[in-house]
Nanobody
């Protein structure tokens, strides 16, 4: 059974940086596309970024383009989200997700196979 464990969240000031990590266990990591979502208080969960099996293709939502970078290490079974120039509106619980398929459906965030428990990111103004 695939398990995902996120880490790296915390409190940061506006303009600061954080790097989130998500470690996968119980599977062949390179067979899974990976992604990040977030859910702010009182809002629906939204797509942040996704990466294909090899890391050769990525996608991200417009609000984080140029600030967030998704990457993966298939030796360490880890996907990362480097978050720079953080803004208060980035405050949310960030979730890691995995699915053996990759494509535009990731933006909808539905029916993905595996989800992590989330890590809280708080950006102070």
């Amino acid at each position: 059974q695939v398990q995902l464990v996120e880490s790296g969240g915390g409190l940061v000031q506006t303009g600061g940086s954080l790097r989130l990590s998500c470690v996968a266990s119980g599977t062949t990591f390179s067979r899974y596309a990976m992604g990040w979502y977030r859910q702010a208080p009182g809002k629906e969960r939204e797509f942040v970024a996704a990466i294909n099996w090899s890391g050769s293709d990525t996608d991200s939502t417009d609000s984080v383009k140029g600030r967030f970078i998704i990457s993966r290490d298939n030796v360490e079974n880890t996907v990362y989200l480097q978050m720079n120039s953080l803004k208060p509106e980035d405050t949310a619980v960030y979730y890691c997700a995995a699915d053996r398929a990759y494509g535009g459906f990731w933006r909808r965030g539905r029916d993905l196979e595996v989800w992590g428990q989330g890590t809280l990111v708080t950006v102070s103004s």
